[in-house]
């Protein structure tokens, strides 16, 4: 289908959920030099080496079990999509091994200035932890954990998130949780006993919500008559994204632009992000995610919203997509009512966590 390039995405983020090993009731075994000794073989903990991405991909495939994650079939995505960002970091990717076997990493990074124009190391993530399903209830997840939280805090970090959200995602955009970064989902129920075991409270939620582009009725506004005279509907293949921290998260998937543009005055009025996530989980029927849905403010609640994405979606139908995915703070009402007034469907919750100064785990 020749016209679906504009949503196709060269590659893609990822992130995975296996924390089943922190709700062990065995008692924390003590560590050898560098590892922990279960019997006659020995835990290590390391930093991440170039030999290492056959080994994670395979504990990230074996550790799949959740709606949010996929199997990858290649190192390319993790060589492309997260060794290759500039402030990729293989101290901050901890694996740990036993006899040369990767059992489980956890990667921990930093997130953005507040003007995205750098990396800040005041906030402390942990992007992603996974442990083997053989390898769990041994400590390895606390142990790697505890590792990850000193990387952080030895850089400088005064605070400590678990569960990438906007803009606090460096790493794994995409590939987990469909539209956007939505921390950890709900779906992955040993993620927040985890963390909380862990000293860790809950820090912000987002609502996952799919639409099924095939039982999709239009709306009927009586607004829209008036709003089609003013504006234009435009496409913009390359989405211009707004800073060098956006670029560097969501650059490669090549998001695109649809606009809303006032045709007296040439001036774009409403917008929203879509780019094609099905690209990254092929074989899979054709999907869009729409990121950062913006009106200006002093046309808010005057339709312009809902006309875009009805526009959109009737757009997208006739290139053959049939779903589309979104993502939105719980607190941001008047999008969350856009989303159900269209038909969408919320189909999880992301959650992000934040680490408690004095956890009583401690």
């Given at each position: 289908?020749?016209?679906?390039?504009?949503?196709?995405?060269?590659?893609?983020?990822?992130?995975?959920?296996?924390?089943?090993?922190?709700?062990?009731?065995?008692?924390?075994?003590?560590?050898?030099?560098?590892?922990?000794?279960?019997?006659?073989?020995?835990?290590?903990?390391?930093?991440?080496?170039?030999?290492?991405?056959?080994?994670?991909?395979?504990?990230w495939n074996e550790s799949i079990c959740e709606r949010g994650a996929f199997p990858i079939h290649s190192t390319a995505l993790f060589e492309q999509m997260i060794f290759a960002k500039p402030y990729f970091d293989p101290d901050g990717l901890l694996i740990a091994e036993e006899d040369g076997q990767v059992v489980g990493f956890v990667h921990a990074a930093f997130g953005p200035n507040a003007a995205e124009t750098a990396v800040s190391t005041d906030i402390g993530i942990i992007c992603i932890l996974a442990v083997h399903?053989?390898?769990?209830?041994?400590?390895?997840?606390?142990?790697l954990l505890h590792r990850a939280e000193?990387?952080?805090?030895?850089?400088?970090?005064?605070?400590?998130?678990?569960?990438?959200?906007?803009?606090?995602?460096?790493?794994?955009?995409?590939?987990?949780?469909?539209?956007?970064?939505?921390?950890?989902?709900?779906?992955?129920?040993?993620?927040?006993?985890?963390?909380?075991?862990?000293?860790?409270?809950?820090?912000?939620?987002?609502?996952?919500?799919?639409?099924n582009l095939e039982e999709y009725a239009p709306p009927v506004d009586s607004r829209f008559l008036s709003l089609r005279r003013k504006y234009?509907?435009?496409?913009?293949?390359?989405?211009?994204?707004?800073?060098?921290?956006?670029?560097?998260?969501?650059?490669?998937?090549?998001?695109?632009?649809?606009?809303?543009?006032?045709?007296?005055?040439?001036?774009?009025?409403?917008?929203?992000?879509?780019?094609?996530?099905?690209?990254?989980?092929?074989?899979?029927?054709?999907?869009?995610?729409?990121?950062?849905?913006?009106?200006?403010?002093?046309?808010?609640?005057?339709?312009?919203?809902?006309f875009l994405l009805s526009q959109l979606f009737r757009y997208i139908q006739e290139q053959y997509f049939t779903l589309v995915m979104m993502q939105v703070p719980e607190l941001n009402h008047p999008v969350v009512a856009l989303a159900k007034s269209l038909g969408f469907e919320q189909v999880d919750t992301g959650r992000s966590f934040r680490k408690e100064?004095?956890?009583?785990?401690?």
């Open positions: 289908m020749k016209d679906r390039w504009y949503l196709a995405s060269r590659s893609g983020l990822f992130i995975i959920d296996a924390f089943c090993d922190g709700l062990s009731a065995q008692p924390r075994a003590a560590p050898s030099v560098g590892g922990i000794r279960k019997g006659a073989r020995v835990i290590r903990f390391r930093r991440f080496l170039n030999s290492d991405p056959p080994g994670i991909v395979e504990v399903p053989g390898h769990r209830h041994k400590g390895i997840g606390t142990t000193d990387y952080l805090r030895g850089r400088g970090a005064k605070q400590l998130i678990a569960g990438g959200m906007r803009p606090l995602n460096p790493f794994y955009f995409g590939l987990y949780g469909g539209a956007d970064s939505p921390g950890f989902l709900a779906s992955d129920a040993a993620a927040a006993p985890f963390f909380e075991q862990q000293g860790y409270v809950g820090s912000g939620n987002c609502l996952v919500f799919e639409l234009d509907v435009q496409l913009v293949p390359q989405a211009e994204l707004k800073s060098w921290w956006q670029d560097c998260v969501m650059g490669q998937i090549e998001p695109v632009e649809f606009r809303l543009t006032d045709k007296l005055s040439g001036i774009p009025e409403a917008r929203v992000l879509a780019w094609e996530p099905s690209s990254l989980r092929q074989p899979s029927p054709p999907s869009a995610g729409l990121l950062d849905i913006q009106v200006q403010a002093d046309l808010r609640r005057q339709g312009l919203a809902r100064k004095n956890p009583t785990s401690e």
